[in-house]
Nanobody, 126 residues
Framework: QVQLVESGGGLVQAGGSLRLSCVGS????????VGWFRQAPGKEREFAAA????????KYSDSVKGRFTISRDNAKNTVYLQVNSLKLEDTAVYYC???????????????????WGQGTQVTVSS
């Protein structure tokens, strides 16, 4: 069983930045792709970014590309999501998740992820 704990969310003005952290437990976390997803009120959970186990490959949704950066430090069992140039539409609960399967390219599909954290709220104000 993998436990995931997200932190770093908060209230920020449009154009601001935050760094989200996802701390995981165990070998499964260090050896698998980790993704960040987000869910706004009344909307489906959507993919934001993901990173392979060694950080060698990253993937971003078109809506966050160029503004968000995912990275990981396996020695600290932590995956980060640096979110810059925040927009009102980035307001959501942000979740990290660990993929079910190893793959050379990170999957963007929520059902391909086995373990999920409780989420951290990001609210962007005008």
């Amino acid at each position: 069983q993998v436990q995931l704990v997200e932190s770093g969310g908060g209230l920020v003005q449009a154009g601001g930045s935050l760094r989200l952290s996802c701390v995981g437990s165990g070998w499964t976390f260090r050896s698998n792709t980790v993704g960040w997803f987000r869910q706004a009120p009344g909307k489906e959970r959507e993919f934001a970014a993901a990173i392979t186990w060694n950080g060698g490959t990253t993937k971003y949704s078109d809506s966050v590309k160029g503004r968000f950066t995912i990275s990981r430090d396996n020695a600290k069992n932590t995956v980060y999501l640096q979110v810059n140039s925040l927009k009102l539409e980035d307001t959501a609960v942000y979740y990290c998740a660990v993929a079910k399967y190893l793959a050379p390219v990170p999957t963007t599909v929520p059902r391909d992820y086995a373990y999920w954290g409780q989420g951290t709220q990001v609210t962007v104000s005008s």
